[in-house]
């Protein structure tokens, strides 16, 4: 036989035998199935397998094949049960109206199917979801199944409403904008759904800032595109965050940090960048017209326009004091031609040349830049003619009538003092000699260099208390030359005044007496010259005491005018004239007698007496001279009634008087 015709033998046998089977086990099946495996009752191999139940199980799955799906993907209520056969719950064979499947509402765990009740679910009625006539599996598991009236977006967020809305609460949201491509951040957190979602159509909102603060753009209207997040902050609108220095290549500094956004962001919409030159910007504030350039930034400052950093010692007039404080303006008059500016003084300065241009274009010659009235010229130093008193003070016009440069100035004192050279060149033409710098009128002439030395009043007073003119020369030497006015003695001492007077004061007199014919000693020393001078003809005065104490003789002129012969000149009352020195000697009481008594006869000189007594006793000679004139021979000096005895001797030097 032919191998390929087993195989065919086998089979025809087993289904004979399958047949007489079948026929056995209908005969002992417990009970009628329900109405619903009615159709499969007459043959049990639909549900059973010969002596394998745990294959029933595949085979309830292959009829109920969502259940099996179920199982087999462990999900749903079914695919959630431990491990236990299918007719552990479900039995058949009881009759065609038995419930196999029975439903407990009020002890079914929701839990073990695929729909988990919370939040408001769990309180909802079954029926809400699940409808009758319909299996329990088939109850909707999408939210918009059962709430699509509900749904007021539409149906434009799809079916997934718990990805937002949550169980406790249809109004209860729980999006997470973190998921989306718009996380919100600072006051996007706060602001409501609607604020941004114009209508329930969520995805329709914008996502870009100007979609929503389109209105808030006042200052740029868009001018800076729709990237607001580039510069604001989601915290606050008036925040920004963008940092020029850091997120751009332009830092700002100075004025430009404070300068509004669309001063340089002028282009519409931000597409175009804006330009990082200055002349760009400023091209209208550029007073050089371009003639400088476009960098604008190598004088400029960002502090302000008007401040400038240029390096001007870079250049061919480096700025020194007050340069550095004046405007540019100030030199450079035409802002377009800096560069061609002159560097000569006298470019800018020309209306303040108090000279008219006679000194030249070089005034840093003398003047500072410090202060125009500030000179650095020295006239020492860069001249052979040191200035010194008043010609440092004297403007330089005062001397330099004409061109600095090409008229020389003399240096002798006439050539500018001509005018004023009052002795009318007698005197040559060195002044300096006579005159001093600090004053015109105050000398410095040495006097003692003449045949006239200055001393006392005469270094004192001016010159032209002497020279009478200008021509000096001609001043007298002698005293009597200027004082003959002053001279009292009406010239009878002669000319030489200085023989008396010293030169510190007229009035004052150093005339030494003892060498004239009357030595002055005791009072005479003392007392003033008129005294005994009465004028000022001093030669006139008397030599003689009479000719000046007539008033005090008390003799009267009877002892002569020789007062000096008796009187002594310390003082008048003393007088020392001895009487032995004639031919009368005074004894007795002719020792108390006062000259007078004798000496009574005025004259210029002493007259001389007789030496008789009866010269002056003739009163007394009761005799009536019949003795004869000599009296001495019987009377004594002591007194006249005192009689000399006989034989006694005679007075001394009465011999050969008369008798």
Known sequence: ???????????????????????????????????????????????????????????????????????????????????????????????????????????????????????????????????????????????????????????????????????????????????????????????????????????????????????????????????????????????????????????????????????????????????????????????????????????????????????????????????????????????????????????????????????????????????????????????????????SAVKCDSCHTGSLYRDKLATDCRSCHRKDDVHRETLGDRCETCHAEASWKVARFDHARTRFALAGQHARIECNACHRSLLFREAPRECAGCHDADDRHRGTLGRDCAACHTETSWKVARFDHARTRFALAGRHAQIECNACHKSQVYREAPRECVGCHAAEDKHRGTLGRDCAACHNARDWRLHEFDHRRTSFLLDGAHAALDCGACHVAPGAIVAKLSGTCVECHRRDDIHHASFGPLCERCHLTSSFKDIRMPGAARRPGAEGRPR
Request: proline share 4%; charged share 30%.
């Open 1 to 391: 036989m032919r191998r390929w015709l087993l195989p065919i033998v086998w089979l025809v046998l087993a289904l004979a035998q399958d047949a007489r089977a079948q026929s056995l086990e209908s005969a002992l099946m417990p009970g009628p199935v329900i109405a619903g495996h009615a159709n499969l009752e007459g043959d049990c191999t639909n549900c059973h397998v010969r002596f394998n139940r745990a294959a029933q199980d595949r085979l309830c799955m292959d009829c109920h094949k969502p259940v099996g799906a179920d199982v087999r993907d462990r999900r749903g209520f079914h695919g959630r049960l431990d491990a236990a056969t299918c007719r552990s719950c479900h039995t058949d064979h009881r009759g065609r109206e038995v419930r196999i499947a029975p439903l407990d509402e009020r002890s079914f765990d929701h839990a073990k199917t695929d729909f988990v009740l919370a939040g408001a679910h769990a309180k909802a009625a079954c029926k809400s979801c699940h409808v009758p006539g319909k299996r329990h599996a088939e109850a909707p598991g999408q939210c918009v199944d059962c709430h699509r009236k509900d749904d007021t977006h539409r149906g434009a967020l799809g079916a997934r409403c718990a990805d937002c809305h949550g169980e406790a609460s249809w109004k209860d949201t729980r999006f997470d904008h973190a998921k989306t491509r718009f996380a919100l951040a600072g006051r996007h957190a706060d602001a409501e759904c609607r604020a941004c979602h114009g209508n329930a159509t969520f995805k329709s909102a914008p996502t870009t800032c100007i979609g929503c603060h389109r209105g808030d753009d006042k200052i740029h209207r868009g001018r800076l595109g729709d990237r607001c997040d580039t510069c604001h902050g989601v915290r606050d609108w008036k925040t920004t965050t963008f940092q020029h220095d850091r997120d751009t290549r332009y830092p700002l500094y100075g004025r430009h940090r404070n300068a509004r956004c669309e001063s340089c962001h002028v282009a519409a919409g931000g597409r175009e960048k804006p330009p990082t030159t200055c002349v760009a910007c400023h091209r209208t504030d550029d007073k050089h017209q371009g003639s400088l350039g476009s960098g604008c930034a190598n004088c400029h400052v960002e502090r302000g326009w008007k401040e400038t950093r240029v390096d001007h010692d870079a250049t061919a007039f480096p700025l020194r004091d007050r340069h550095r404080g004046v405007e540019c303006k100030e030199c450079h008059r035409d802002p377009r031609s800096y560069k061609g500016t002159p560097v000569e003084c006298a470019a800018c300065h020309g209306k303040d040349d108090t000279h008219k241009g006679r000194y030249g274009e070089k005034c840093e010659g003398c003047h500072a830049a410090r202060s125009w009235r500030d000179l650095v010229f020295r006239h020492d130093r860069d001249t052979r003619y040191p200035l010194a008193g008043r010609h």
